[in-house]
């Protein structure tokens, strides 16, 4: 048996910044030199009266709130040198893409990063006046890059592609949800940046189709958030159809 785990990566040393990453973790072997965090084979017969090899867990660490936005902080740190912040550059306010050397490629997910920092109390960017203008200058570069459809590119396979732009919607329509009801200074301009990319890509979002027929739950997922924020979008007949 092999259990698949799905983990976000947002971090500038990875291979691939702000994007989701496949991992697999099998279950121990006993006598195997190799095991996942967690388990530890035994390298001793067990005084006990366990069989040589057999296995022993340990608990990993609690997850704690303060853990996690330790976590966001690092993540945050990592990208904040990989966003164009030259006023000058045509490619202003976007973030350079470990994998693809370009910025646009890990642009949404590097947007949704920052903003869950700067939402979040706890923090050391709660609230940050340089993280809140670096939203609006990544918002800015994310309407330079898109289509007259309101749709974008996934640079690598897929030109005006409505299943990329629903994931680019899923990453940050969150943040307009939250930046509502934070009361922080700036709340209003990010609702504004953010929620005026989501108005513009809904109805690409409904009109676009689909590569493959699982492109379909992130449609209607991103359709249905960007419809939760902005009841007058014309797009609940496709989400129900």
Same mark, same amino acid.
């Given at each position: 048996?092999?259990?698949?785990? +799905?983990?976000?990566?947002?971090?500038?040393?990875?291979?691939?910044?702000?994007?989701?990453?496949?991992?697999? %973790?099998?279950?121990?072997?006993?006598?195997? $030199?190799?095991?996942?965090? =967690?388990?530890?084979?035994?390298?001793?017969?067990?005084?006990?009266?366990?069989?040589?090899? *057999?296995?022993?867990?340990?608990?990993?660490?609690?997850?704690?709130?303060? +853990?996690?936005?330790?976590? $966001?902080?690092?993540?945050?740190?990592?990208? $904040?040198?990989?966003?164009?912040?030259?006023?000058?550059?045509?490619?202003?306010?976007?973030?350079?893409?470990?994998?693809?050397?370009?910025?646009?490629?890990?642009?949404? =997910?590097?947007?949704? &990063?920052?903003?869950?920092?700067? $939402?979040?109390?706890?923090?050391?960017?709660?609230?940050?006046? *340089?993280?809140? *203008?670096?939203?609006?200058?990544?918002?800015?570069?994310?309407?330079?890059?898109?289509?007259?459809?309101?749709?974008? *590119?996934?640079? &690598?396979?897929?030109?005006?592609?409505?299943?990329?732009?629903?994931?680019?919607?899923?990453?940050?329509?969150?943040?307009?949800?939250?930046?509502?009801?934070?009361?922080?200074?700036?709340?209003?301009?990010?609702?504004?940046?953010?929620?005026?990319?989501?108005?513009?890509?809904?109805?690409?979002?409904?009109? =676009?189709?689909?590569?493959?027929?699982?492109?379909?739950?992130? %449609?209607?997922?991103?359709?249905?958030?960007?419809?939760?924020?902005?009841?007058?979008?014309?797009?609940?007949?496709?989400?129900?159809?």
């Amino acid at each position: 048996m092999t259990v698949r785990a +799905t983990r976000w990566v947002a971090c500038s040393s990875s291979p691939d910044p702000c994007r989701i990453s496949q991992g697999e %973790l099998s279950p121990p072997i006993p006598g195997s $030199l190799q095991s996942p965090r =967690g388990y530890q084979p035994s390298s001793k017969g067990d005084p006990t009266g366990r069989p040589h090899g *057999d296995v022993s867990v340990t608990m990993a660490p609690k997850l704690t709130y303060q +853990t996690l936005v330790g976590h $966001l902080d690092a993540a945050v740190e990592s990208l $904040l040198p990989d966003q164009i912040i030259d006023a000058g550059h045509p490619e202003h306010g976007g973030f350079v893409s470990a994998r693809d050397g370009m910025a646009g490629g890990a642009h949404f =997910g590097c947007m949704m &990063t920052l903003g869950f920092a700067w $939402l979040c109390e706890g923090s050391r960017y709660h609230g940050s006046e *340089d993280v809140r *203008d670096r939203l609006i200058e990544a918002a800015g570069f994310a309407r330079a890059i898109r289509r007259p459809s309101g749709r974008y *590119d996934l640079i &690598t396979t897929n030109w005006d592609c409505g299943p990329y732009t629903a994931f680019a919607i899923q990453a940050i329509a969150p943040v307009v949800a939250a930046a509502r009801t934070s009361g922080l200074d700036g709340a209003d301009q990010i609702e504004e940046q953010f929620g005026e990319i989501i108005r513009a890509a809904a109805p690409g979002m409904a009109s =676009g189709g689909f590569h493959t027929p699982n492109h379909r739950w992130v %449609l209607t997922s991103a359709l249905s958030q960007a419809w939760s924020l902005y009841p007058d979008l014309d797009v609940v007949p496709t989400i129900e159809s």
